[in-house]
């Protein structure tokens, strides 16, 4: 909810305060703007609005700090992640993965099946262990997640 997102940022910004936007890996900030922009041309393509003259050079200096602080967020996760040993038991993964099935009218085998050809496993499992790391996060900051 609202309540657990104030407190992810929260944890991570005290986290962050010593750590550089700017000595982050530009491979790993690539990908993550080119994902952001992606998803902001789909987003416009699905409203209709894809034919409108887009200063996309001008989107991408925008959206690129978002982008950073997002591939600063996923590193610091992961270290959190590793120091603290976390796993994320696979029946979790499996969960997942049958939820989005569901969410999709699809059988879960069927749904993983097509993770599994599109190499999309780890990804979900990789998601996983970043919700995980950050309630962990939150409990050790003494947070509550929900109202």
Known sequence: GDRRDAWRRAA???LEQDLSHDELPPGLVGEALQEDMNRLAYTLAMQGQAD???DWNQ????????SRRR????????QLAREWELQVPEAEVE????GEAQQQGIPAAEHRATLEKENRIDAIRHAALMATAVSEM???AGGQEDE
């Open 52 to 54: 409108q003259e887009i």
């Open 71 to 78: 591939v600063l967020d996923t590193l610091v996760l992961e």
């Open 95 to 98: 969960a997942y993965i049958a």
């Open 12 to 14: 991570l910004d005290h």
């Open 59 to 66: 989107i991408r200096v925008k959206m690129e700090p978002e």
């Open 138 to 140: 939150i409990a050790r």
